[in-house]
Nanobody, 122 residues
Framework: QVQLVESGGGLVQAGGSLRLSCAAS????????VGWFRQNPGKEREFVAT????????YYSDAAKGRFTISRDNAINTVSLQMNSLKPEDTAVYYC???????????????WGQGTQVTVSS
């Protein structure tokens, strides 16, 4: 069992930056792919970025590409999402999730955190 806790969300002005962290407890995160997803009320949860267990492969949504960077430090059981040039449309609850394989599909991830709110003001 892996417990995931997101942190780093908050309120930022458009053009600003935030760094989200996903910390794991229970089992080591080093054997899992970790993804970030986001969701707004009334909308489906959408893929943002994902990274393989060793960081060798990373994938981003079109919305995140060029602005967001996913990284991980297995020594401290943490995956981060650096978000730059934030836009109001990036406002959402951001979730991290862990699973056995690299995928953009939500149902393929086994463990989920509770989410952290990101609000970007215009």
């Amino acid at each position: 069992q892996v417990q995931l806790v997101e942190s780093g969300g908050g309120l930022v002005q458009a053009g600003g930056s935030l760094r989200l962290s996903c910390a794991a407890s229970g089992r080591t995160l080093s054997s899992y792919t970790v993804g970030w997803f986001r969701q707004n009320p009334g909308k489906e949860r959408e893929f943002v970025a994902t990274i393989t267990w060793n960081g060798s492969s990373k994938y981003y949504s079109d919305a995140a590409k060029g602005r967001f960077t996913i990284s991980r430090d297995n020594a401290i059981n943490t995956v981060s999402l650096q978000m730059n040039s934030l836009k109001p449309e990036d406002t959402a609850v951001y979730y991290c999730a862990a699973g056995p394989k690299i995928t953009t599909i939500m149902r393929d991830y086994e463990y989920w955190g509770q989410g952290t709110q990101v609000t970007v003001s215009s």
